[in-house]
């Protein structure tokens, strides 16, 4: 591949070798080592590729072989350029564009954040502009560890950050402090924590792994009340209560509970008739201005406006420092309707649906389905009762007390 492309680049010429002695004439090119490929027998003649200085060679050697020679095809840069010579503005053109391409190559034009969460893009990059890290500044003069250092130093929750400079954008990666609550829950206060209903209802099922139960399957309870307590009794030799041990409750615990289900939907509703005029604008945007062309485009009362943008570049990594798109608008006006007995039971049932599907993503069952479909003068809703089998135990902090107190309660 290297070698054809030096030889487009030096140009070549497809000649035709004619006469009584061919072969003598091969043999001299190669004794005299002008490079020939190509090669192409045929009656009386053979067709080769050679090279312009090895053209240059060849007067003596056609002489002594009394061969002749014809031109077949002239290829490669050299003669590209003297048919087009003409065409100085392309040539010219084609250049301005290699070097404007050049020149932008030296430039940032886009800084992309990754892994930020607490903080949006543009509160990073505001910081990074006041510490003249901005779009437009030359690539060479980016320090990739002095942004990171910045961005440490100036954000306390951000733990860790790694800047890097590809083609002209700048791709900073930061990592926040996302752990300090797994760290505190590695290491919790020994306070103890209780597990307390958070729905009425009837339990079906409680299997305990830490603290106290306080009720069984079957017993009905309120929103509230104490299932398992984290607050367990030391006793000595004769089953006297001398202390108290604080661990954190852990139960699986499964209740039926009764909930009521209503979703109510307008009959009468509005939609929007579109107009099939539009009006058009072209625009381009750069960092520091936006240039429009054609009609005004306005969003307001009774008119929509879209746009589609693009960025174009040649990766990724080189964004150009300009974008451009269009915008449309469109007049609209609104038209009131009413749902048919169809369209609102549809929907309601829709909703219904989706509101069961969400149940059983967090692992509720639906035991018992009594929503059924009514119809009012102006609205239309789907309601009834739904008995459901769910886990529950809310986690609450243990009240201390000290041993004194707890014995006079008991007497």
């Excluded at 060479?140 to 083609?167: F, H, N, P």
């Excluded at 954008?169 to 206060?189: G, M, T």
């Excluded at 009425?200 to 305990?208: N, P, Y």
């Amino acid at each position: 591949m290297l070698t054809r492309i030096l030889r487009y680049i030096k140009g070549y010429v497809r000649i035709r070798i004619t006469g009584y002695s061919p072969e003598r004439f091969l043999n001299l090119c190669k004794y005299r080592k002008i490079p020939v490929w190509g090669l192409l027998p045929g009656r009386n003649f053979y067709d080769m590729n050679i090279t312009i200085a090895g053209m240059k060679k060849l007067k003596p050697i056609l002489k002594k072989t009394g061969t002749n020679l014809r031109i077949l095809e002239k290829n490669g840069l050299p003669f590209f350029l003297f048919r087009h010579r003409k065409r100085k503005i392309f040539f010219a053109g084609a250049f301005g564009c290699i070097a404007l391409v050049y020149i932008l190559s030296l430039f940032i034009w886009n800084i992309e954040i990754s892994g930020n969460y607490v903080r949006t893009d543009e509160t990073i990059l505001s910081f990074l502009r006041k510490q003249n890290v901005r779009c437009g500044m030359m690539a060479s003069s980016v320090d990739c560890a002095g942004i990171a250092r910045m961005i440490r130093k100036e954000y306390d929750d951000i733990i860790w950050v790694s800047a890097s400079l590809k083609g002209s954008q700048i791709h900073i990666d930061v990592k926040e402090n996302s752990d300090s609550r797994e760290i505190s829950e590695e290491n919790p206060v020994e306070e103890g924590n209780d597990l307390i209903a958070e729905k009425d209802g009837v339990i079906q099922e409680i299997v305990t792994r830490s603290g106290v139960p306080m009720v069984h399957a079957g017993d009905e309870v309120k929103a509230g009340d104490l299932l398992v307590s984290g607050r367990v009794e030391i006793k000595n030799d004769s089953q006297e209560v001398v202390g108290y041990q604080y661990v954190n409750a852990d139960a699986d615990i499964k209740i039926k509970t009764k909930e009521n289900y209503e979703d109510v939907l307008d009959l009468s509703y509005t939609v929007k008739k579109y107009e099939k005029q539009k009006k058009r604008q072209i625009f381009l945007r750069t960092a520091q201005k936006e240039y429009t062309l054609g009609q005004k485009v306005e969003e307001g009362k009774g008119r929509e406006v879209s746009s589609s943008e693009i960025r174009p570049g040649f990766s990724l990594s080189f964004p150009f420092p300009f974008s451009f798109g269009i915008r449309e608008e469109v007049s609209y006006r609104e038209v009131k309707k009413t749902y048919s007995k169809k369209e609102y039971q549809e929907i309601l049932s829709l909703e219904f649906d989706r509101f069961c599907e969400d149940l059983r993503k967090k692992g509720v069952q639906i035991l018992e389905n009594d929503v059924k479909i009514y119809k009012d003068t102006q609205s239309a809703r789907a309601k009834g009762t739904m008995i459901l089998l769910e886990s529950c135990g809310k986690e609450r902090k243990t009240e201390h007390g000290n041993l004194g107190e707890n014995n006079a309660d008991t007497n």
